[in-house]
């Protein structure tokens, strides 16, 4: 019995002191220190034995199941270490390695120009409005002065939604005009950017969606001179200082008189050259005195108020301010394109 019990202990410290994972040593300590384990079959049979063997027996089995506890708690936390070794330089993170770059979008050149005009009338006083696209006639052409039969009215220029050319999308942010005037005290002084739409065959200068800035003041005594500082302001603004604006007489049916707002080429100071198109100048926007009709048409007395109107071609602007060749670039949202603003 001695012999075995020897030879149980040395199995046990040989196995264990191989032992290189947790199931194996698991299985060890069932085999050894189980119900069924091995050390359990020898002290079953210390029945067996004389009264003066039995306590030495007996002591010597608890010696051997003591050794072998303490080896498997040694061969545990050997086992334990190594696992929590594997486990940190797994999740090592190296805090040298560069971070993955984020790509944060750009504003459109579109926007870029939308807010600076905005900031500009917001300045001077003015309110931003903003109103449909989807438009009645009435709005986009009676109450300004444009009756039945004006060829702007045709239906190969506009997007009509009923055969009575009653609903529209709005050809011009002009009808933001006398929305204005519906719905504002006087004296009124705003701004309505926004899109419109015409039946244009799509080129480098032409979309059948396009932005303009409508801009309307009214009060009593506003005459044309103040339509000409405030543009000519507002030129300086975008164009820098010195800017040379020019104001030709032109034809709108909803303002009397009216004209069409040139600059001086910036890049040829007015010689005539390839952004100018030779012309010295470069086409801004209508604008004109607002047709004492159309403020009648609107319930306003043209004896006593009087005001200013002027329409703005928001990407032909952008165009000029980034200097963008084609307008369909403006429209397709190549990123390769609005990364450069
Ligand atoms: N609505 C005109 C256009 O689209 C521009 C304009 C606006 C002219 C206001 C005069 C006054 O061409």
């Known amino acids: 019995m001695k012999e075995m ?152 220029d506009t997007f009509y939604f009923t055969e009575d050319s009653s609903l529209l999308l709005r050809t011009q942010t002009s009808a933001m005009q006398v929305h204005a005037m519906e719905t504002r005290e006087l004296p009124i002084r705003i701004v309505a950017p926004g899109r419109v739409y015409r039946k244009d065959e799509v080129d480098a200068t032409h979309s059948p969606m396009f932005h303009q800035i409508e801009g309307l003041v009214i009060d009593e005594g506003i005459t044309m001179a103040d339509l000409k500082g405030t543009l000519h302001t507002v030129a300086e603004k975008i164009f820098g200082k010195g800017t040379v604006t020019r104001f030709r007489p032109h034809h709108f049916p909803f303002t009397e008189p009216s004209c069409e707002v040139d600059v001086q080429c910036h890049e040829c100071g007015g010689k005539g050259c390839r952004v100018c198109k030779g012309e010295g100048w470069i086409e801004l926007l209508g604008a004109g005195m607002v047709h004492p009709k159309v403020l009648k048409m609107s319930g306003i007395d043209p004896d006593k108020y009087s005001g200013w109107a002027f329409g703005f071609g928001l990407e032909r602007l952008a165009m000029r301010r980034f200097n963008i060749s084609d307008l369909r670039l403006i429209f397709e949202n190549d990123v390769r394109f609005l990364e450069q603003f």
């Open 5 to 156: 019990l020897k030879k149980i202990k040395e199995e046990a410290m040989n196995a264990l002191s191989g032992v290189t994972g947790q199931t194996e040593l698991e299985e060890l300590r069932v085999k050894y220190l189980g119900k069924k384990g091995e050390l359990t079959a020898i002290l079953k049979q210390m029945g067996k034995l004389s009264a003066e063997e039995r306590p030495q027996m007996g002591q010597m089995a608890n010696e051997v199941r003591a050794a072998i506890e303490e080896s498997l708690a040694e061969a545990k936390e050997h086992l334990d270490a190594m696992a929590l070794e594997a486990k940190l330089e797994a999740e090592t993170v190296d805090v040298t390695i560069p971070g993955e770059k984020i790509e944060l979008g750009h504003r459109h050149p579109m926007n870029i120009a939308l807010d600076e005009m905005k900031e500009i009338f917001v300045g001077m006083g003015f309110e931003v409005l903003e109103g449909p696209e989807i438009e009645e006639s009435v709005y986009n052409f009676d109450r300004l002065n444009t009756d039945e039969g004006h060829p702007s009215r045709d239906w190969g």
